[in-house]
């Protein structure tokens, strides 16, 4: 029996890497998935993808930072697909660079993609869900939120806030069925860590007790987890995903 059968989801930052294998994972267990990223082309390329699954996909191009474009596609996206039952907020950039030298424009990309992005979805299918009187909200943290990391203040200050964010919303929605979690990723094989340099490549790895960097399968395998029925009783949690870097 498939685990999500008959579910809507929503991934955002779904055009490649961890938020696509989270799409895909979802669809493979039955879901229809809304694919939401920055560019329409990938978008369309992983809705082809869950298309060819047998499943119902809609591609969405929106900047998650744009208040005013969120509220549009939610609208839509309930016309489009009638209800949402899981959203995933994924999307996430890096502008990474030592306090001292960062720009304003690098502390707000950061924060209002990755934090302020979270807020507009949630928001925009709050209603929705407390309505429905169900539900799965993903937010996808980092380990970096966990415990910082130097030249990454403004990615750990928007993936902290993710977690203080998830456990509001969790107290908020508790009553109404739904079931608010975030996923803490250690370092993942993705275009957002693939241009790193080798040598803070191998310091990461000798910090990974399983002794390999994750795959973004890993994180699908935990998103399907907190967004299947097993997790009912699961909410307002942090799940790290990161071969055992932090503990
Ligand atoms: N990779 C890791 O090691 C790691 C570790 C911990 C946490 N994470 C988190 O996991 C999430 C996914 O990371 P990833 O490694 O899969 O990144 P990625 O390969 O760089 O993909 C990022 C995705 O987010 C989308 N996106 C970026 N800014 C957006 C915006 N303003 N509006 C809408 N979509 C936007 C991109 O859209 P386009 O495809 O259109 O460009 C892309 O689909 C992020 O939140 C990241 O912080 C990653």
Known sequence: MSQLANQIAVVTGAGRGIGRAIALKFAGEGADVVVVSRTQENSEKVAAEIRALGRKA???????????????????????????DILVNNAGVTRDGLLMRMS?????????????GAFHFTRAFFRTFAKQRAGRILNISSVIGLIGNPG????AASKAGLIGFTQSI??????????VNAIAPGFIETDMTVDLNAELKANILKQIPLGKFGQAEDIANAALFLASAS?????????TVDGGMVM
């Open 170 to 179: 969790a107290r908020e929605l508790g009553g109404r069925g739904v079931t």
């Open 104 to 116: 304003d424009a690098d502390w707000d990309t950061v924060l209002n993609t990755n934090l302020k």
């Open 58 to 84: 809609w591609a969405f191009a929106v900047d998650v930072s744009d208040g005013n474009a969120v509220t549009a596609a939610a609208d839509k996206i309930i016309a489009d697909a009638g209800k949402v």
């Open 231 to 239: 997790a009912r009783y699961v909410t307002g949690q942090v799940l």
């Open 152 to 155: 990454q203040s403004n990615y």
